[in-house]
T-cell receptor
């Protein structure tokens, strides 16, 4: 398996523009997570899905952020409008919950810079 | 509210040394604890996962321990190598399905 795939790897945009980040989880994994990493706040969970259904979105910073998972192999995280303080690395991760709770597999991240 | 703290924030050692990274958490109600490695500009790679009923896990030169009652975990790296240089993150899985991460320890192993 190719692992968790994220695109784009880097994104530079201007304040006010819409940004869409994409993620393809590992095939067969039924959990998908979106994280944000900054120097100030470290790694924070934004939202996670189970079987394509959002379970906990309490980490989503505000209404400008939205996430969807239309099917088991694709998810998006959208920021509209973007602001400079959204600059961060955004990670997607996936996992499978079997008899024991397994680890999460992380994608390479999308480095976002909002000017 | 669960909080995870890692000490030290940064560590520099000469090659060959044995070292210990520390992680503490405030709420003992966890499902598991994991140690991750993050290389610059890269994602996270899981190193060791300790279920809440376990006391330790080993993988090669790495050994992680878990003491739920005291809210502590340690990652022991034996015979460190320059290739071990990275940021090491500790995370606990809580009953909401969330992984709560520490801020990480950045390790530099000098040749």
């Amino acid at each position: 398996d190719a692992g968790v795939i994220q695109s784009p790897r880097h994104e530079v945009t201007e304040m006010g523009q819409e940004v869409t980040l994409r993620c393809k989880p590992i095939s067969g994994h039924d959990y998908l997570f979106w994280y944000r990493q900054t120097m100030m706040r470290g790694l924070e969970l934004l939202i996670y899905f189970n079987n394509n259904v959002p379970i906990d979105d309490s980490g989503m910073p505000e209404d400008r952020f939205s996430a969807k998972m239309p099917n088991a192999s694709f998810s998006t995280l959208k920021i509209q409008p973007s602001e400079p303080r959204d600059s961060a690395v955004y990670f997607c991760a996936s996992s499978w919950k079997g008899p024991t709770i397994e680890t999460q597999y992380f994608g390479p991240g999308t480095r976002l810079l909002v000017l | 509210k669960q909080e995870v703290t890692q000490i030290p924030a940064a560590l520099s050692v000469p090659e060959g040394e044995n070292l210990v990274l520390n992680c503490s958490f405030t709420d003992s109600a966890i499902y598991n604890l994991q140690w991750f490695r993050q290389d610059p500009g890269k994602g996270l790679t899981s190193l060791l996962l300790i279920q809440s009923s376990q006391r330790e896990q080993t993988s090669g030169r790495l050994n992680a321990s878990l003491d739920k009652s005291s809210g502590r975990s340690t990652l022991y790296i034996a015979a460190s190598q320059p290739g071990d240089s990275a940021t090491y993150l500790c995370a606990v899985l809580v009953n909401t399905g969330k992984l709560i991460f520490g801020q990480g320890t950045t390790l530099q192993v000098k040749p």
